[in-house]
Structure formats: structure tokens, C-alpha cells
Nanobody, 125 residues
Framework: QVQLVESGGGSVQAGGSLRLSCAAS????????MGWFRQAPGKAREGVVI???????SYADSVKGRFTISQDNAKNTLYLQMNSLKPEDTAMYYC???????????????????WGQGTQVTVSS
């Protein structure tokens, strides 16, 4: 059974930093797509960043230069380092896992099969 468990969310002031973690189990971690998504109240879930098995990444324009995805395959853990946080980054953040499509990963929720329960990030101005 696949399990994804996020941690590390919280409340920070604008300009601050947070590091999210996602512990994965029951999943072929090293052979597919992993990613972070977020959903603000009243908005659709959006892809923040994804990473494939070759460690290629795709970031949303809104977070480029501020957020960094990384993974520790030995620990089956995915990370999201978030710096220079803005109030518009406030959302529930989800870790997701899925299989590649034609050898590629896409930063769209429909391409991901497994989801964590989410961790809340709140950035105040």
C-alpha cells in the first residue's frame, strides 16, 4: 500500500523559509515521478514542482528561484525547500507520486496517482 506523509508546514512571515518533507513507503520511489502541489481555498490544485527518476525538475514560474525540490532515495523522502515566502504561497501543500507517461513527468494533478494528506503553509504579510 502506497503511503505519502508530509510534514514541515507552518506559519511564517513573508520573506521567511520552510522545509517540507514527504516520506514515501510502499512505492517504487526511484523509478517514477514525484512532486509537490498546492491548493489555496477556492482555487484549483496546482503543480508547484515535479522531479523524475533522472532528477529532472519542472517548476511553476511563480516559485522559480525561491523553491527547491530534492530527494533522498536512501530514505525514500522528498523535500521542498521554500525560501522568500510570499502571502500568495499560502495553501495546503501536497506530496504526490505517479508513473511517467511516455517517459516524461508532467506538472498536472491528473498524472499523479498517490497523494499525501497535505500540510498547511500560511504566510503572513
Amino acid at each position: 500500500q502506497v503511503q505519502l506523509v508530509e510534514s514541515g508546514g507552518g506559519s511564517v512571515q513573508a520573506g521567511g523559509s520552510l522545509r517540507l518533507s514527504c516520506a514515501a513507503s510502499g512505492y517504487t520511489y526511484s523509478s517514477s515521478c514525484m512532486g509537490w502541489f498546492r491548493q489555496a481555498p477556492g482555487k484549483a490544485r496546482e503543480g508547484v514542482v515535479i522531479i523524475d527518476s533522472a532528477a529532472r525538475t519542472s517548476y511553476a514560474d511563480s516559485v522559480k528561484g525561491r523553491f527547491t525540490i530534492s530527494q533522498d532515495n536512501a530514505k525514500n523522502t522528498l523535500y521542498l525547500q521554500m525560501n522568500s515566502l510570499k502571502p500568495e504561497d499560502t495553501a495546503m501543500y501536497y506530496c504526490a507520486a505517479g508513473q511517467s507517461s511516455g517517459g516524461s513527468c508532467y506538472r498536472l494533478p491528473s498524472y499523479f496517482d498517490y497523494w499525501g494528506q497535505g500540510t498547511q503553509v500560511t504566510v503572513s504579510s
